[in-house]
């Protein structure tokens, strides 16, 4: 029952989430609106942690499957993207270590101002 309940809490951020997506005229999906409110929900404490946290570890332990059919439909649309799948390649390659270095860069940023912050005390 308790995972019940846990579900529940998550869906009806997920359902807020989609009616703001048909309220809101941006090209913004339903899910992120959904996992935004959920992040405020949590951070303010409007939502405890202990009320999400078993669900969403078995969701993160499931997030793979998520990525199934997006990586089958490509077999669908193939043929449009014969001609071009090197390009399509070349550009994740270059935008992960984009997001990799960029990812490192703001890290190391923060730390080394958390530990001058850290000196000044």
């Excluded at 951020?13 to 703001?20: D, H, K, R, S, T």
Aim: charged share 15%.
């Amino acid at each position: 029952m308790k995972y019940l309940g846990q579900f529940c809490v998550i869906m009806v951020f997920v359902a807020l989430g989609e009616l703001l997506e048909y309220l809101i005229p941006l090209p913004i999906a339903g899910s992120i609106y959904g996992l935004v409110l959920l992040f405020l929900a949590l951070a303010t404490g409007l939502v405890k942690l202990s009320w999400v946290a078993d669900v969403a570890d078995w969701f993160h332990g499931i997030m793979g499957l998520f990525f199934v059919a997006p990586a089958v439909a490509i077999i669908n649309i193939w043929g449009d993207i014969a001609d071009v799948w090197w390009r399509l390649v070349l550009l994740l390659v270059i935008t992960y270590f984009v997001s990799m270095i960029t990812t490192g860069v703001t890290a190391q940023a923060l730390i080394k101002d958390k530990k001058a912050q850290e000196a000044k005390k």
